[in-house]
């Protein structure tokens, strides 16, 4: 069975052996480790927010509590490859590769092995269901990283998508601008503005990956009439802080970014030591809400376990006494407002 070609790996440079001790090898002998030059390039020390993300910690095969797949995906694939949780979106994986592992990833258990990958027979099935299933009008690709397929791979899979009337919208989700910023050539935004509708979330995590290149990666899609939208994860001794959160989140609308969610991290296996409480999400959507431009505020969403979808969640600022409101203000003031009676 053929596979999705890869040629565009082999032109860019990876670091995998990138100086790994022993403990370090045997995490990478489980779970892969790549690391872009690029993204190599942007560490300063073995403590920060860089190498936290991308370097293997032994605390990775520790973590026996959770499940590989609690997010259920696996179970709601009627196609290999397909993901329909909610009606009208799908989401399909079409690259297990990534320019780097991040090692809080939440398909941790699929990305850069070899079994994983869709073959070009499931996204030919891929396209039947979404073609038989009128309800689908946003497809979402996803992965792995989808620009890391090539070109002529990404042309036929947007074509593939293209030809079937009732899909709307098209999304991909990548980290390529953050990882591989040198991916994004003028002839791939030439490409993909062929598509449009389309729309694209990145991942940015720290304003230390706010650079010249990712700027000038985001501006170049941005160029081509992209939206483009920011998926964070919120990452403990990385991003759990609110001076960080409100740079990095101001900081994206510079680079033409706009903030859509902020991940609480999944319950996925070998992940643990990266989880915060929910209470610091709230915190820090406290600190945004009212103290940057309402742009930079993201979702702040917890995606449930067993597939039951993203619930997203907002700090306590309302109470009720009948018909009149107790609001919270961004600086902290309790304000009245008089509601009217709701009809029964
Ligand atoms: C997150 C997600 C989507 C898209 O959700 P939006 O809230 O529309 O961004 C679709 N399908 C699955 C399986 C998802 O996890
Ligand atoms: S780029 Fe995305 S899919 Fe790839 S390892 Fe990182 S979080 Fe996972």
Not at 185 to 209: D, G, M, R, S, V
Not at 316 to 335: A, I, S, W
């Amino acid at each position: 069975m053929q596979h999705f070609k890869y040629d565009v790996l082999s032109t860019y440079s990876t670091k995998t052996n990138l100086l790994l001790d022993n403990s370090q090898r045997l995490v990478s002998s489980r779970y892969p480790v790549r690391v872009s030059n690029y993204y190599a390039n942007l560490i300063k020390s073995n403590k920060d927010p860089i190498w936290k993300q991308c370097m293997p910690d032994s605390q990775e095969l520790d973590d026996f509590d959770q499940l590989a797949d609690p997010l259920n995906e696996s179970f709601l694939s009627p196609v290999n490859g397909l993901i329909h949780r909610y009606p009208n979106r799908v989401v399909l994986l079409v690259s297990n590769q990534c320019p780097v592992y991040c090692r809080f990833c939440m398909r941790k258990r699929l990305v850069g092995t070899t079994e994983s990958q869709m073959t070009e027979e499931d996204f030919r099935k891929a396209i039947s269901y979404i073609a038989a299933n009128p309800t689908i009008r946003d497809v979402i690709l996803s992965g792995g990283d989808p620009l890391m397929l090539s070109d002529e791979a990404l042309d036929r899979i947007l074509s593939g998508i293209r030809s079937i009337e009732h899909v709307s919208i098209i999304r991909i989700g990548s980290r390529v601008p953050v990882t591989l910023p040198e991916r994004i050539t003028p002839e791939l935004c030439n490409l993909l503005k062929q598509f449009h509708p389309l729309y694209i979330n990145t991942h940015f995590n720290h304003p230390a990956e706010i650079t010249s290149a990712s700027g000038a990666a985001c501006s170049m899609l941005a160029d081509a009439g992209i939206q483009l939208g920011n998926q964070s994860v919120l990452l403990k001794n990385v991003n759990d802080d609110v001076d960080i959160m409100r740079q990095l989140m101001s900081n994206l609308l510079d680079i033409r970014v706009k903030p859509y969610y902020l991940h609480q991290m999944d319950l996925v296996r070998g992940t643990s030591h990266f989880r915060t409480s929910v209470e610091t999400g709230l915190e820090i959507i406290k600190a945004l809400r009212g103290h940057v431009s309402g742009l930079a505020v993201p979702h702040y969403v917890i995606d449930l376990p067993g597939g039951k979808g993203k619930v997203a969640i907002l700090p306590d600022v309302m109470e009720r006494d009948g018909d009149m409101l107790l609001l919270k203000t961004y600086t902290g003031e309790t304000v009245k407002y008089q509601d009217i009676t709701a009809v029964q």
